[in-house]
């Protein structure tokens, strides 16, 4: 019994130190993810529109990297919704 209650002391304490940290939710991360990326977008699609810009490489490259972002935080944000749905099912 004593190393139960050793156990839960132990959890108790290392839950205690986890509810002291700030993590943003799930949603919130994804959300910032797609603002990023539809920013880069944005300042790419203005480099490669604009006359004066010779070097193209380095935005089309980008509008790629920016657009995969904006993919994985709409993915952080489905898989979220997807969790909290099971959840919901299991506990009710």
Same mark, same amino acid.
């Given at each position: 019994?004593?190393?139960?209650?050793?156990?839960?002391?132990?959890?108790?304490?290392?839950?205690? @130190?986890?509810?002291?940290?700030?993590?943003?939710?799930? %949603?919130?991360?994804?959300?910032?993810?797609?603002?990023?990326?539809?920013?880069?977008?944005?300042? !790419?699609?203005?480099?490669?529109?604009?006359?004066?810009?010779?070097?193209?490489? !380095?935005?089309?490259?980008?509008?790629?990297?920016?657009?995969?972002? @904006?993919?994985?935080?709409? !993915? %952080?944000?489905?898989?979220?919704?997807?969790?909290?749905?099971?959840?919901? !099912?299991?506990? @009710?």
């Amino acid at each position: 019994m004593s190393g139960i209650n050793a156990s839960l002391n132990k959890m108790n304490s290392i839950s205690g @130190a986890l509810s002291s940290i700030n993590l943003p939710s799930a %949603v919130s991360s994804g959300s910032t993810a797609i603002a990023n990326g539809s920013q880069s977008l944005n300042r !790419d699609a203005q480099q490669i529109a604009n006359p004066g810009n010779q070097d193209l490489l !380095d935005p089309l490259t980008n509008l790629s990297q920016s657009n995969l972002l @904006a993919e994985a935080g709409a !993915d %952080v944000i489905r898989a979220s919704n997807n969790m909290l749905g099971t959840l919901l !099912d299991i506990f @009710a």
